[in-house]
């Protein structure tokens, strides 16, 4: 988790030849030997989440452009986001692990770093790009013992996404409260549009925990939401019980299909006017056509108590590298090179572009959606980063099958919030 700097600006600055059971696996074939001189044992291999095709598109001209540099090179295996998500933790245990691999700072690196699974690269952030990069991303990528484990490239913003044509054709603009949202779901549902997409189904399940996420954080503050998914308070607190009774006045009006598609089939949906909005995370404008961006918008998620003060969700995505890599010096190179504002900007261009790259020097992509973005970021009295990212990968699956459960009977919420407990506790217990 990252503490809240004193200025917001000051942290956004900051802020194959493998066969497909080794792709799997992430086991990946090497002649190399442990000395560490990768150039006689082959290239060292970048394992991607990023998966849908613009993002593996901009990923892949990433790795060429590395390449182009001499010395050191990559190779890029990109794995079905989900699949990486699952198959993670088989990554970093195999015998013959992925050098270098893209996923998340803070708790969630930290789990990995205390079984000895990370790379210190602490040597990285001494010169070079990284030494300009602000306080907190250095400490949201330095681990519980004090080692820095990773290199943050890019970071996006939450936020209730629409189309701005279906929203002037239907006549209705954004709220900024509560009471105004719920009374927008009720023009749009007389419209027979279903009023909020989910997109928690198929594989993404996890999406439903931003739900969770912007709840209690409007209800109950960005610092209790970190204390609960630290084991500091209980899921069957009455805190947290209020959080769903805010999320119950909301559920008549999500899209009845939410749990049953993936995130990216809720885009379509959103694009093409079945569903008025949704709470996602930018990284969703890689599965719309580029022709769409500019007529999408958001608005920040509604605020519930105006005397909690306002805080938003902004991932950092970045790299990590196996401690087991037998590329020491050619993994550094390559996530050195991650860190470069040149690095940075290639993606970006490649991509959506509706990420915001951590580098200072750094250019994103200055478009309207990510101008408001970055303000939104910068105006958050505090920021977090998302229910896993904020916990452990480990407790992802716990939050999937009681907001899952909910969503289908919302009526057991107090048997859903006991077993959540009793199922987090085991994984805190650990």
């Known amino acids: 988790m990252i503490a809240t700097p004193p200025s917001r600006r000051r942290f956004l600055a900051g802020a194959g030849a493998a066969s497909a059971a080794a792709l799997l696996s992430g086991c990946v074939t090497s002649t190399s ?22 993002a593996k598109a901009a990923m ?41 691999l893209t996923w998340y700072p803070g ?27 602000s306080d907190a991303q250095k400490k949201l990528c330095t681990d519980s013992a004090g080692k820095k484990v990773f290199v ?11 189309r701005k044509s279906n929203f002037a054709k239907w006549g209705v603009g954004e ?47 960005a610092r209790y939401h970190r204390d609960l998914l630290a084991g500091k308070h209980r899921f069957d607190d009455p805190e947290v019980r209020r959080v769903f009774d805010r999320w119950s006045e909301a559920l008549p009006y999500f899209d009845p299909n939410g749990t049953a598609l993936a995130f990216q089939d809720a885009t379509t949906a ?24 500019d007529d999408i918008d958001f608005f920040r998620f509604p605020i519930i108590d105006p005397k909690v003060p306002p805080a938003e969700e902004g991932p950092t995505d970045g790299y990590f590298a196996s401690a087991r890599t037998r590329h020491k010096d ?58 896993n990212r904020d916990s452990s990968d480990a407790l992802q699956p716990s939050a999937d099958t009681a907001l899952t459960h909910f969503l289908s009977k919302p009526k057991d919420i107090g048997s859903i919030l006991t077993t959540w407990q009793r199922d987090a506790q085991k994984i805190w217990n650990r």
């Open 330 to 387: 050619e993994v550094k190179e390559l996530m050195r090179y991650m860190a470069t504002a040149e690095a940075q900007e290639t993606y970006l261009k490649g991509s959506s572009g509706t990420a915001i790259p951590v580098n200072p020097k750094a250019e994103d992509s200055g478009t309207p959606l990510v101008k408001k973005g970055r303000a939104l970021i910068e105006n958050a009295s505090d920021i977090t980063q998302f229910f």
């Open 60 to 100: 892949q001209k990433l790795v060429d452009a590395f390449d182009r540099r001499g010395g050191a090179k990559a190779s890029l295996n990109t794995v079905a986001s989900e699949t990486f998500r699952t198959q993670l933790p088989t990554y970093l245990t195999s015998a013959n692990p992925p050098d270098v």
């Open 33 to 54: 030997s442990p000395s560490g001189k990768g150039a006689s044992g082959g290239p060292v291999t970048l394992q991607s989440n990023l998966s849908s095709p613009q």
């Open 152 to 162: 943050p490239a890019s970071y996006y913003w939450w936020g209730v996404f629409y």
């Open 175 to 221: 709220p900024k409260t509560w009471d105004e949202f719920l009374d927008l779901c009720d023009k749009l549902k007389a419209r027979k549009i279903a009023p909020i997409g989910l997109g928690a189904g198929n594989g993404t399940t996890w999406v439903a925990s931003s739900w969770f996420d912007y709840l209690n954080i409007r209800v109950n503050g």
């Open 270 to 293: 959103l694009l093409q006017g079945r569903t008025g909005m949704m709470l996602i995370g930018t990284f969703f404008a890689d599965a719309a056509p580029k022709d769409a961006l």
């Open 107 to 133: 708790s969630v690196a930290d789990s990995y770093a205390k079984q000895n699974l990370l790379l210190d690269v602490s040597d990285l952030w001494t010169s070079g790009d990284l030494a300009t990069y």
